[in-house]
């Protein structure tokens, strides 16, 4: 599952690599060790989210892949660090090199003393160690469907040694991506910097934005839809009202809602027909984080959902991974 699917981990995880790499560009030449102890801890994470799901079976997976703040969170996290990294690396704010997360010296070189660049200078290794550990709770469909096996294992060892596999899985093409970013940013370190920098920055506010999503919080898509909305240039959706229900038609792809902007009225209940035109892993699930809403769609099949109306306002909608968004406007 992991090697079939590893092509998809560069879209999940490609960002914080980049982000590993560019940071130690700062400081000297980046080298192969930051993307080998990143890969390795983030092995590891899996190994013990694997561990626990085989311990407590569906209530790790269900706590990981069902819970949007915990998810959120962790995206919220991550996304920050990225920016703040690539705010740093743009060396616009000198003073951020004061705040920089870092493992104390004495501890990093006790445990990784020997490893240094081609200057023979130690390497800075908390980007690389943090992103890795916190791989395992990232919401991404490949990994909660090797959770799953994980956690049908009933047994914690035979589920971390599931997920070591499946991490091993995911290794080649992400070795190699990390080996691509470090030869590229040795080659043209000095000229890529800056432009690198935006680039990472950009990626952390899309991560922090999915976080906000999977959390039910205001977000930019959210955000702007409501903003549209009340300047009449966004449009929404066709609802039908028959006496008993309203309505509404919306198409999940991989480009996203279609309408992603729903209208209903209080006080009637919601029919809401989910056509899933689409087999990937995004759009296995729809979820309205603020309603506590979570269905699951058929591949090229329609969802029929009920929902409440009688609570007014406006409420966001998205996938499983928090990469789709929509917003639900009860009025």
Known sequence: MGLLGSLHCIGMCGSMVTTCVLCEAEDSKPSLWINLIYNICRIVSYMVVGFFAGLFGSIITDLISRNGYLQGGVSIFAGILMVFFGLKITGFFPFLKYFTPRMPKKIERSLFGFIKDSDNRHLGLTPAIGFGLINGLLPCGLLIAALLQAAGSQNPISGSIAMLFFGLGTLPVMLGYGTLTTLVANK????????????????????????????????????????????????????????????????????????????????????????????????????????????????????????????????????????????????
């Not at 038609?249 to 035109?277: E, H, M, Q, W």
């Not at 789709?324 to 406007?329: K, Q």
């Open 188 to 331: 043209w370190q000095s000229k890529i910097m800056k432009v690198a920098a935006v680039i990472v920055i950009i990626l952390g506010l899309v991560m922090f934005n999915r976080g906000l999503i999977l959390s039910g919080l205001p977000n930019f898509g959210s955000v702007s839809l409501a903003i549209a909305s009340a300047l009449k240039i966004q449009g929404h959706s066709q609802t039908i009202t028959n006496g008993q229900f309203q309505t509404v038609k919306i198409t999940a792809s991989p480009s996203g809602y279609s309408p992603n902007y729903i209208k209903a009225k209080k006080g009637l209940a919601l029919k809401l027909l989910v056509y899933r035109d689409d087999d990937g892993t995004c759009t296995e699930e729809i979820v309205f984080p603020d309603l506590d809403i979570r269905e699951s769609l058929t591949p090229y099949e329609t969802k029929e959902m009920l929902i409440n109306t009688d609570k007014a306002g406006k409420f966001s909608f998205t996938c499983n991974m928090g990469m789709l968004s929509g917003l639900l406007e009860i009025y």
